[in-house]
């Protein structure tokens, strides 16, 4: 049910994806959802709270990981998810945009829990003196991450699509960001 609600709200907008439809598409009757979820809001705010492509959180970094294997996997995992779900992100993201009810009292619960993850890979770099400590880890994971949202919401919106070398781009992250210990010198050649 979840599924189909994301389905058709990105597919048709909040007012396009109807109980009546969403419930057809899950293969239950549209008293179901009622009962489960009260509304069509509370159903759309459930799917968007819960929403994490299967299998993402383990091809995240662990916080043991070395530095620039874990930025490699991040990235992998992130681009893999921008692919696999280019049609779905952009129309979810202006539907909660459109429809801020949707967010409910705070982040989705399964994007919060991405996002803990992923600062913990970079606060526990810092820890470990790989990473400057001056910057908040959730600068530093801002400033990974969202080059990376930019370039597939441009590619997506305004069909831009720039080249990306996976090493350059990991480089080019690292310039100035590493702790003390490292010189400023990267080992990606």
Do not use: C
């Not at 009962?35 to 994490?52: V, Y």
């Not at 990981?65 to 992130?78: D, I, K």
């Not at 919106?157 to 992250?173: C, N, T």
């Amino acid at each position: 049910m979840l599924l189909a609600a994301l389905e058709l709200l990105a597919e048709r907008g909040y007012r396009g994806a109807t109980t009546k439809e969403i419930a057809r598409r899950a293969g239950v009757n549209e008293v179901t959802l009622f009962r489960r979820f009260g509304s069509k809001e509370a159903l759309l705010r459930t799917a968007l709270s819960r929403f994490i492509p299967a299998g993402f959180l383990e091809r995240l970094p662990a916080e043991e990981a070395p530095l620039e294997e874990g930025l490699r996997q991040l990235l992998e995992a992130y681009l893999d998810l921008l692919k696999a779900h280019q049609a779905l992100l952009p129309k979810l993201l202006a539907e909660l945009l459109r429809h801020p009810g949707l967010r409910g009292a705070g982040p989705p619960k399964g994007i919060l829990g991405v996002l803990e993850r992923v600062v913990g890979f970079f606060r526990a770099q810092q820890r470990r003196g790989l990473l400057r400590s001056d910057e908040p880890p959730e600068e530093m994971a801002l400033a990974f991450v969202g080059p990376l949202m930019a370039r597939f919401l441009l590619g997506e919106a305004l069909g831009v699509h720039l080249p990306l070398d996976p090493e350059a781009y990991l480089r080019g992250y690292l310039e100035g960001r590493h702790g003390a210990g490292r010189g400023g010198q990267s080992e990606l050649r």
